[in-house]
Structures are given as structure tokens and as C-alpha cells.
């Protein structure tokens, strides 16, 4: 499998909604669930979305995801300056094959 | 409390053999996959490969393939991944994670839901 298309980086201020893009195509996005990780500097990655838009418990409603066609979106609302991170959308295959996206960096100005 | 235990950072030498592992608890360790995913310095995540504690069916990305090699020791919930001859392109942190199935809609849907911490290999002369 490709590697799924992140921006390298997007930013935002204390307060605001930002979003994070995840372009695949018909043979990954397009037949498979899509589950994102944040990794925060100096971390391992923790999952923060499974299965296209489930959120595990503890994770804030203010993050959330969808998925349309060959692409998916997370959105983080009232940004807050903890949230800098990297974040990663990831998705696998019945033979258990992985593939991640190459990661945002988020900055929260 | 689902946890996964990694061993500590290692320098080596180019040529050198290293095994590092990965200890569970908190959950049935034989009946879950366990994935691990490399990060180089600076980089991304990349997906390495699967392994199956139950009957250490392996499985790799064609990236690794050839490359390294997972082992699982089911009685000490203990997976391993092994390098016969380190490279210095090997240099990077190693995680393990359990990689958990749910069934929606009647697929399979796999995801890597609870991390260990991290191995941090170097490898210079």
C-alpha cells in the first residue's frame, strides 16, 4: 500500500477548530476504516480515533473525524496549546498490512 | 490496565545481532496481535510488521521483509524483534503495539490501540 497523503503541517490559535486531511485512494481510504494517532514531542503515539470516527474513552470530544470517499479529516475544535503534536491517520488491510500517513505537525501559535 | 513493557535503548556496531522485546499484561497476551512500527530520527511512523503470540504466524511489510525478524515467547507474554546484522539505517525508535480487531458491519477492522514506550536502537562505528 502507498502511504496516505498528510499535510506536513498545519497551525492555529488558542481557541480555534483546525483540520487535518488524509487523501488516500479507492484501493485503501476508499474500501478501508480509517483510525488516527497523536504523538506528542518526546512520546509514543496514542490513539485518539478508531474506525473511521470512534473516539476511546478519555479522549476529549473535542477532537473528531470523518471519512468521504477516498479521503479522511480530523478536526480538533477549541484548540488548546497541549494539542501541539504530530498526527498520524493509519489504516490496515485483511492480511494485516499497515500503512500511516507521513504526519501533521500541529502548532498551536 | 492494558500495558506493553519495552526494553531499554541499545548502541551497537554495524554487523552486530540485537533482539529487543516487548512484554504484555493487563490482557490475554496469546489471542491479540502485536505489531511493531519504526520511527527514524525525525521521521514518520512506518509500519514493520505483525505477529500473532497464539502461533507466531508473522507477518511483514515488504519493506522489512528479509530485514527483521518478529518472535513471540507466549509463556513470558514476551514478543521479540531481531536484527542478524544491524545497519546504521537501522538507527530509530522501535514501538510495539497491540494491534486489536473489532467487527463492524461483518469486517474485520484492525487498529494499534495500546503503545509501549519505545526502543531507541543506535547503531555507529
Known amino acids: 500500500q502507498s502511504a496516505l497523503t498528510q499535510p506536513p503541517s498545519v497551525s492555529g490559535t488558542p481557541g480555534q477548530t483546525v483540520t487535518i486531511s488524509c487523501s488516500g485512494s479507492?484501493?485503501?481510504?476508499?474500501?478501508?476504516?480509517v483510525h488516527w494517532y497523536q504523538q506528542l514531542p518526546g512520546t509514543a503515539p496514542k490513539l485518539l480515533i478508531h474506525t473511521d470516527d470512534q473516539r476511546p474513552s478519555g479522549v476529549p470530544d473535542r477532537f473528531s473525524a470523518s471519512k468521504s470517499g477516498t479521503s479522511a479529516t480530523l478536526a480538533i475544535t477549541g484548540l488548546h496549546s497541549d494539542d501541539e503534536a504530530h498526527y498520524y491517520c493509519a489504516l490496515w488491510d485483511d492480511r494485516l498490512n499497515g500503512v500511516f500517513g507521513g504526519g501533521t505537525k500541529l502548532t498551536v501559535l | 490496565e492494558v500495558l506493553l513493557e519495552q526494553s531499554a535503548g541499545e548502541m551497537k556496531k554495524p554487523g552486530d545481532f540485537l533482539k529487543i522485546s516487548c512484554q504484555g499484561s493487563g490482557y490475554n497476551f496469546a489471542t491479540d496481535w502485536i505489531g511493531w512500527v519504526r520511527q527514524m530520527p525525525g521521521k514518520g511512523l512506518e509500519w514493520l510488521g505483525v505477529?500473532?503470540?497464539?502461533?507466531?504466524?508473522?507477518r511483514y511489510s515488504p519493506t522489512f521483509q528479509g530485514q527483521v525478524t518478529l518472535s513471540v515467547d507466549k509463556s513470558i507474554s514476551t514478543a521479540y524483534l531481531y536484527w542478524r546484522g544491524l545497519q546504521p539505517s537501522d538507527t530509530a525508535i522501535y514501538y510495539c503495539?497491540?494491534?486489536?480487531?473489532?467487527?463492524?458491519?461483518?469486517?474485520?477492522?484492525?487498529?494499534?490501540?495500546?503503545w509501549g514506550q519505545g526502543t531507541l536502537v543506535t547503531v555507529s562505528s
Open positions: 479507492t484501493s485503501d481510504i476508499g474500501r478501508r476504516t
Open positions: 503495539a497491540r494491534l486489536r480487531y473489532d467487527i463492524v458491519t461483518g469486517y474485520y477492522v484492525y487498529y494499534l490501540d495500546y
Open positions: 505477529i500473532y503470540p497464539g502461533d507466531s504466524d508473522a
